[in-house]
């Protein structure tokens, strides 16, 4: 929740277990590798889904990339 912004940021069983997974620093491609392992689906299909989840979370400002620092 970010009463800031007024909004509140739910997840689903996938979404919170990559939320799991970011609480250490993790590359993309380990966490999407780490997704595959634990999920059963296509690995282009978790490439697309975690990828779109980092962007919604970078967008509201609930994570942050290294690729800049």
């Given amino acids: 929740m970010d009463a800031e912004q007024g909004f509140c940021f739910g997840l689903d069983t996938t979404g919170s277990f990559i939320w799991e ?3 250490t620093p993790i590359s993309v491609p380990a ?3 780490s997704c595959s392992d634990h999920f059963d689906a296509p690995e ?3 490439e697309e ?3 779109q989840l ?3 979370l970078l967008a509201k400002k609930l994570i942050i990339s290294s690729v800049f620092e």
Avoid: Y
């Fill in 21 to 23: 997974q970011l609480k």
């Fill in 49 to 51: 889904d975690v990828k």
């Fill in 31 to 33: 966490l999407i590798q």
């Fill in 44 to 46: 282009g299909t978790i």
């Fill in 54 to 56: 980092l962007l919604e």
